[in-house]
Every structure is written in structure tokens, then in C-alpha cells.
């Protein structure tokens, strides 16, 4: 089962965590799993960008994202070329680290 390291995000997950997800499984799912919540405003359908997250390893293991994907990821605060809605990535065998951004483009918190 491949491993989750998230580095610390002091909200979400001060410490930083390792977690393990069936492959499969996006990483929004995985993190929610394991109460790491996430904001994830359009309920995982790819409708916003509150889940982004920088794939610091293991990129490349990933599905690869498609274009609604990246119509998105274009309106994400802090986007770099490693970025990825977590909840269209979808794990593979190999073991991946995320960063959470500091911010999203939410302005209002969802109450998940």
C-alpha cells in the first residue's frame, strides 16, 4: 500500500503525517480517510481548486491529469509545475509527498 508523507501545514496537519491509502484512492480521499480535512468546496468533482496540493515526490506515479484538471489547476493560488487537485490524483503503487498550500481561493470555509 503506497504511503502519504504530508509535510506540516499548520492548519490542517501541524505535524506533518504519513499516512497509507489503497492504490486506487485519490489523495483528497486518503487525506480526508485519515481526518486530515482538506477543503474540498465541489465536493471532489473537479468544480474548484480548495484541494490543491504540490506533489513534492512520487509525481510522476500519478494518474495523469487531464485537461478539466488543468482548466482548474490555471486558477490555483500558488501553482507550480508539480501541482495537482488531489481529488483527480489517484495513487499508484509508489509512495508520494504533498505539500497543502498555504491558502486556496476560498474565501469562506465549507463546513465538511
Same mark, same amino acid.
Given at each position: 500500500? *503506497? @504511503? +502519504?508523507?504530508?509535510?506540516? /501545514?499548520?492548519?490542517?496537519?501541524?505535524?506533518?503525517?504519513?499516512?497509507?491509502? #489503497?492504490?486506487?484512492?485519490? +489523495?483528497?480521499?486518503?487525506?480526508? =480517510?485519515? =481526518?486530515?480535512?482538506?477543503? /474540498?468546496?465541489?465536493?471532489?468533482?473537479?468544480?474548484?481548486?480548495?484541494?490543491? @496540493?504540490? @506533489?513534492? !515526490?512520487?509525481?510522476?506515479?500519478?494518474?495523469? #491529469?487531464?485537461?478539466?484538471?488543468?482548466?482548474?489547476?490555471?486558477?490555483?493560488?500558488?501553482?507550480? *509545475? !508539480?501541482?495537482?487537485?488531489?481529488? !483527480?490524483?489517484?495513487?499508484? !503503487?509508489? =509512495? @508520494?509527498?504533498?505539500?497543502? *498550500?498555504?491558502?486556496?481561493?476560498? /474565501?469562506?470555509?465549507?463546513? /465538511?
Amino acid at each position: 500500500m *503506497p @504511503v +502519504i508523507k504530508i509535510l506540516p /501545514h499548520s492548519e490542517y496537519c501541524p505535524e506533518g503525517a504519513e499516512i497509507e491509502a #489503497p492504490a486506487g484512492t485519490s +489523495i483528497c480521499e486518503a487525506l480526508l =480517510d485519515h =481526518d486530515i480535512e482538506i477543503e /474540498h468546496a465541489c465536493e471532489m468533482s473537479c468544480a474548484c481548486t480548495t484541494c490543491h @496540493v504540490i @506533489v513534492r !515526490q512520487g509525481y510522476e506515479s500519478l494518474n495523469e #491529469p487531464d485537461e478539466s484538471e488543468e482548466d482548474m489547476l490555471d486558477r490555483a493560488w500558488g501553482l507550480e *509545475p !508539480q501541482s495537482r487537485l488531489s481529488c !483527480q490524483a489517484i495513487l499508484a !503503487q509508489k =509512495d @508520494v509527498t504533498i505539500e497543502i *498550500p498555504k491558502y486556496s481561493i476560498n /474565501h469562506a470555509k465549507e463546513n /465538511h
